[in-house]
């Protein structure tokens, strides 16, 4: 479906402004929610995200859709471009939860190391009584 330049120029306009308008609306829920326009109020940061996220997605959406004329194409081709874009946020979703995961199996192991010293100082420290540790003293 082809449009004229006039009518073009202003669908490219709305969109822009529409993205810009909702780019703001983001800043506003991350300032907010910390608490730097309200002192004293925080948000739920889990929330916050969930807001920042639909919101970026809708931009992302909107910007495929009208930038890359998506919307005037067959549904099933947009469709097809789509689905990376789904696969992508689902990659994105994986590896942060891997990344997590990796993260705590890190600190258990980390844990367990720094309690394995702790057991072998105290060893030396109860066993060490049978052995007497010599120092200067001792040779002359």
């Known amino acids: 479906m082809a449009h004229d330049y006039e009518k073009s120029k202003s669908i490219a306009l709305k969109t822009i402004l529409l993205l810009a308008f909702i780019t703001v609306i983001e800043v506003i829920i991350a300032l907010a929610?910390?608490?730097y326009i309200i002192k004293?109020?925080?948000?739920?940061v889990m929330l916050m995200?969930?807001?920042?996220?639909?919101?970026?997605?809708?931009k992302a959406v909107k910007i495929i859709f009208e930038f890359m004329h998506m919307s005037y194409e067959v549904?099933?081709?947009?469709?097809?471009v789509l689905l990376p874009m789904g696969l992508l946020v689902?990659?994105?979703?994986a590896f942060?939860?891997?990344?997590s995961s990796w993260k705590k199996r890190r600190e258990f192991v980390d844990d367990k190391n720094k309690g394995i010293e702790q057991i072998k100082k105290d060893d030396s420290e109860q066993t060490g009584s049978l052995i007497k540790?010599?120092?200067e003293s001792d040779f002359h």
């Open 40 to 44: 004293g109020f925080h948000a739920p």
């Open 75 to 80: 549904p099933a081709f947009a469709k097809s």
């Open 133 to 135: 540790e010599l120092d």
């Open 90 to 93: 689902w990659a994105v979703i």
């Open 33 to 35: 929610g910390k608490g």
């Open 96 to 99: 942060m939860q891997e990344g």
């Open 49 to 58: 995200g969930l807001l920042m996220i639909a919101l970026s997605l809708y």
